[in-house]
Structure formats: C-alpha cells, structure tokens
C-alpha cells in the first residue's frame, strides 16, 4: 500500500508540475498566423512597391521608417517621392525565400529575391536580401524599416 500511495504521489506531483502546454500552443498558433500574416503583407508590398501604389504604400510605412538602399538611406517621405516619380521602379520582385522572426508587437521579415527594376532610366537585376521590420499598431503591422543588403545568389536564409 505504501508502494501505491508513493506512486499516486509521484504522479500527482508530476502532473502538477508539468507546464501548461496549451498556453504554449495558442502561442505558437498566433506567431504562426502572424507570421503567415506578414509573409503576405510582405508579397502584397512587393506588389504595391512595382504598380506604385502609393496609397497602399502610405498605410504601410510607419511615419518614421526608414529605408536603407545601395545608394543611400532615407526616410518614408523620401521613398514615396521615388516611387511616385520612377527615380526607382520596382518592376518585379521574385521571393524566392522568407523567414519570419516575432517579437511581442515587434516582427522581422527576411526575403531572399531577385528584384528587376529601372533606375535612372537603367534596367537592373540584383540579388538582394530584405530585412523588413514591422511593427504592430492596433489591428495592423506598419513597416518600420527596409534594409536591402547584396548577396550572391546563392545565398540562403538561416534558421
């Protein structure tokens, strides 16, 4: 009996003690919905970025994002500016890979793409990485930042 009394013991105490791994689930149900949610918010920008959609954009980007390109860094206003006047024209990006990290109300988007564009009247094919930081307002994700970093095109996105 006293053989029994340990084990019902042992084995209330285990059960007490184990994490709750339904928290942990509905966790990771959210970061993966959120993440899906950016990968297409990610895709949809791309979109807006090549038919200029300038409304679309202007809700995207945060009043204070940045953007960080071959040629320089500048703000939302400025990456409006060329958009809306072809100084870059963001014919089509091909994803070819994307990793998502989340944060609380903070998300990173990496993108591995080959964007073909015109600039300054020039036709350009590069292979770039992303970084785009987002960062939840409300109900919606506003882009903070946009880093494009050039990599070879064998460049992977690492866990």
Known sequence: ?????????AA????ACAPDTSISKNTQLERS???QELETLSRKKWGWMADR???????????QS????????????????????NFIWYKRATVHDVATEIFDN?????NRITLDAVVRDLQVSNEFTTTEAYLRVGE?????ALTFSKVRDEHTLAD
């Open 1 to 9: 009996m006293r053989h029994f009394l340990a084990i019902v013991f």
């Open 12 to 15: 209330t105490y285990l059960v």
């Open 33 to 35: 919905n959120a993440s």
């Open 53 to 63: 959609n300038i409304e679309a954009l202007e809700s995207l980007f945060h009043d």
């Open 66 to 85: 940045k953007f960080v390109h071959m040629s320089g860094t500048w703000g939302k206003a400025r990456e409006m500016e060329i958009i809306e006047n």
């Open 106 to 110: 903070h998300a990173i988007v990496w």
């Open 140 to 144: 919606e994700w506003k882009l903070t």
